[in-house]
């Protein structure tokens, strides 16, 4: 074929990239899918038009442009024509782990085609030049970063044939080295909002007047150096840069330095004795240990960031990016944050504390919660924030609390679910894909998983709305919360809202773990240790003497009875995770963890050791009225099970669903009546004690009967019932006549 048939589509070098780099998987690197990519630049796009156009006049227009390039009628005025492309051409986004360039090429398609449309209602006289619109939005819209060079190289050679493509003859490609960048995004030594009145005034210092920068400028210079061909002025202009990045750096340690001067003088000043020679007062003391404290944390930290090797990657926004710098030197930030940041890593060692430092704690410090909270810096006031992440952060037990700094932050204009089926290939992780705006609401935006089985269906279900109050009730589970129905949510609320639970009548536990390697070689030593581990050294299969107890797995227990079939352990503090000995010696109720398809509750008296398959739960000393017979009914009954599958978190995970010790300790109880739970307390009596008789004995009546008192112990309406319970045996006007 003729050269002009071949091509390289810039599409297939993300395949490339992902090829190329295996071990990116190890830093928690995925391709992202092209329909994904499409997805989230064209919502993010939507977004921020309908955040600078508020006027709901326009946003079916809106989304008709970007989504199918749809001209609507309201749209097609020069006047908004011309608005409309001067928003677009405003726009600022930034992928700060841009890995092969997908979300950015997929920013510049959806700019090029929206301003493609609106150009012939804004300019009908005037032709579309598609190679001049295309190195606009890369010079003017489109910013990157990612840590690894190759992938820089990669995004950068993308840019370059999609420009190539259209050109009819050979032009100079646009310079990329300060809009797609190489650096690590999470760190920096200079704080976004260090001011830098003084950096301009330091570099013209014995310049002549034709070489002095203001910051404008320096802005300009950097503009020029991306369109320039020219070697010798390419070279000129880098150095130029460069040395001004380095004089930013000086002033900032200047300014570093200037605090620890200043504090060092306040010191000074109190330790100097006063002319009579008195004694420094209570206050003063205190006042000089704050100082000295304040002195050690600020020279710790300038020698920290100074030589730490930690920061020889970090990336100085400012520095990089002047363009996103005001006439002040404010750093304005971009209006979209976009990309696929890296997961499954957590940060460790070094790292992570100078990361700790810039960003604060997260769960489980997994980088890519770090990625969220570099975004909401690096974000202007109504920006806007575009990612796909992984699901745990919706149901995570150790980010409960960071799901309420997110609705204290964010406004969630969408979150989708992606659980139920996969992204990405190669990873095993689930996901979701979330666009935020750093403008506050009170309504959170999703659409419903239930039917969900693809990604199409999923954005092919209406988006809905749910109050933050009503996401709030749910929030130790948002993926259930954006799963269920309305009518299942109200139910779960209105237990969730009985004031007593489980932890106020009864303690709950763990089972032991008898040989975690860890810490039995904190204990023992690493040989010692591994050798109690390997050989199971506490274990024996007779009962040898008075401090060897028979374990109870699982399997060994139903709701009616049980039958241990465990092994003798020789229990006591010797072994790597102790559980008090109160847990296993007396009635009490164990609880199977794995709920597969029920909550199971047992009750034991006999003394038995049990692991983590097991839960016991026992009486506190002060619990007098709520017996463990009235446990067992409510933790045995359907509502119970209903309430656990809809609510916990690790109700709906995998094959394997679990019910933990936090579930049970939260679990809420319904108002202690004498006489009702009297009645549960003898249906339960009389259920073990036929049960033990006759393993075979039918006792559905009686639990049914437990069913029916615990819906009206819960207040539970028949319509309420019929969705826990659709096929329930309880007619309407039994159930309404019923009186407790």
């Known amino acids: 074929p003729d050269d002009a048939e071949v091509g390289v589509d810039p599409e ?63 749209l097609q005025n020069k006047e908004t024509a011309s608005c409309f492309i001067s928003l677009l051409k405003d726009v600022k986004v930034c992928d700060p782990a841009i890995g092969s360039g997908a979300f950015p090429m997929g920013i510049l398609y959806v700019l090029y085609y929206a301003l493609h449309h609106l150009q012939s ?6 032709s579309f030049d598609s190679t001049k619109t295309k190195r606009n939005i890369i010079q003017n819209n489109i910013f990157g970063v990612d840590i690894e060079q190759g992938a820089v190289d990669i995004a950068r050679l993308r840019f370059w044939l999609a420009l190539v493509v259209d050109a009819d003859e050979p032009q100079p490609l646009p310079n990329l080295d300060y809009k797609i960048t190489c650096g690590n995004s999470l760190l920096n030594r200079y704080a976004l909002d260090t001011p830098l009145d003084n950096v301009f005034i330091e570099y013209n210092k014995d310049k002549n007047d034709d070489d002095k920068l203001s910051l404008a400028k320096y802005k300009q210079l950097v503009n020029d150096y991306t369109n320039t061909s020219n070697h010798a002025k390419k070279d000129l202009f880098r150095k130029t840069i460069e040395e001004i990045k380095k004089t930013f750096k000086t002033e900032l340690s200047k300014k570093e330095i200037n605090k620890i001067v200043s504090v060092k003088k306040d010191i000074y000043d109190l330790e100097q004795p006063n002319l009579f020679g008195e004694e420094l007062t209570k206050a003063q003391k205190s006042e000089l240990k704050k100082l000295k404290a304040k002195l050690d944390k600020l020279e710790s930290e300038r020698e920290d960031i100074l030589n730490n090797k930690v920061y020889e990657d970090a990336f100085e926004w400012r520095f990089e990016f002047p363009q996103l710098l005001d006439e002040k030197g404010d750093f304005t930030g971009f209006d979209i944050v976009i990309g696929n940041p890296p997961y499954g890593v957590s940060i460790k060692g070094e790292y992570r504390k100078a990361v700790v430092d810039i960003h604060g704690n997260v769960p489980d410090y997994e980088i890519y919660y770090y990625f969220i909270e570099r975004a909401r810096n690096l974000i202007c006031s109504h920006g806007i924030l575009s990612y796909i992440i992984p699901n745990t952060w919706l149901f995570n037990t150790y980010a409960f ?19 139920k089926f996969p992204i990405f290939e190669s990873a095993t992780v689930r996901n979701t ?6 403008s506050l609401n009170t309504d959170i935006g999703y659409r419903r998983t239930s039917d969900a089985l693809s990604f199409d269906s999923l954005v092919s279900t209406p988006r809905i709305k749910m109050k933050k109050e009503e996401l709030l009730k749910m929030n130790q589970n948002w993926g259930l919360a954006f799963f269920l129905q309305s009518n299942v949510v109200s139910i779960i609320n209105k237990l969730s809202e009985f004031t007593n639970v489980l932890n106020d009548f009864y303690d709950c536990s763990q089972g032991y773990i008898p040989y975690r390697l860890s810490d039995l070689i904190n204990v023992y030593g690493k040989e010692n240790g591994t050798k109690i581990k390997d050989e199971r050294l506490w274990h024996s299969t007779v009962k040898s003497d008075e401090y060897n107890i028979q374990e109870i797995y699982g399997r ?47 009750y034991v008296e006999e003394q038995y050791i049990n692991d983590p398959q097991l839960l016991p739960i026992i009486p506190k000393c002060d619990n007098d009225f709520f017996t463990i017979y009235a446990l067992w009914a409510i933790l045995n009954s359907k509502l119970a099970t209903f309430y656990h599958f809809n609510h916990s978190p690790k109700a709906t995970k995998g094959a394997f669903p679990k019910i933990l010790v936090k579930d049970l300790k939260e679990f809420p109880l319904p108002k202690y009546d004498k006489d009702i739970f009297e009645k549960l307390e003898n249906c339960v009596n009389t259920i073990l004690e036929s049960k033990k008789e006759n393993p075979q004995a039918d006792t559905s009546e009686l639990e049914n009967q437990i069913d029916f008192i615990v819906y009206k112990l819960y207040g539970l ?10 096929e329930t045996l309880i007619t309407r006007e039994e159930y309404d006549i019923y009186k407790l």
């Open 401 to 419: 609390n960071y799901r309420m700094q997110i609705l204290e932050n964010w406004n969630l204009i969408e979150v989708l679910d992606c659980t």
């Open 12 to 74: 297939m070098l993300g395949h490339i990239f992902e090829n190329l780099l295996e071990d990116n998987k190890d830093k928690g690197a995925f391709y992202t899918p092209k329909e994904i990519v499409q997805y989230m630049c064209r919502q993010s796009v939507i977004q921020y038009l309908k955040t600078h156009e508020p006027d709901e006049k326009y946003s079916l227009a809106i989304e008709r442009l970007i989504n199918e390039s749809v001209v609507e009628p309201v």
């Open 717 to 726: 309406t028949y319509d309420e019932v019929l969705i826990v319970e659709p």
């Open 121 to 126: 209602h804004a300019e009908p006289n005037k």
């Open 433 to 438: 894909i979330v666009t935020w705006t750093k």
């Open 556 to 602: 060994d227990i139903t709701k009616y009875n049980y039958k241990a079939t465990g092994e003798y352990i020789k229990y006591g503090k010797h072994v790597a995770c102790y559980v008090d000995l109160k847990f296993f010696n007396q009635p009490r109720l164990l609880v199977r963890e794995i709920t597969n398809p029920t909550i199971i509750a047992c």
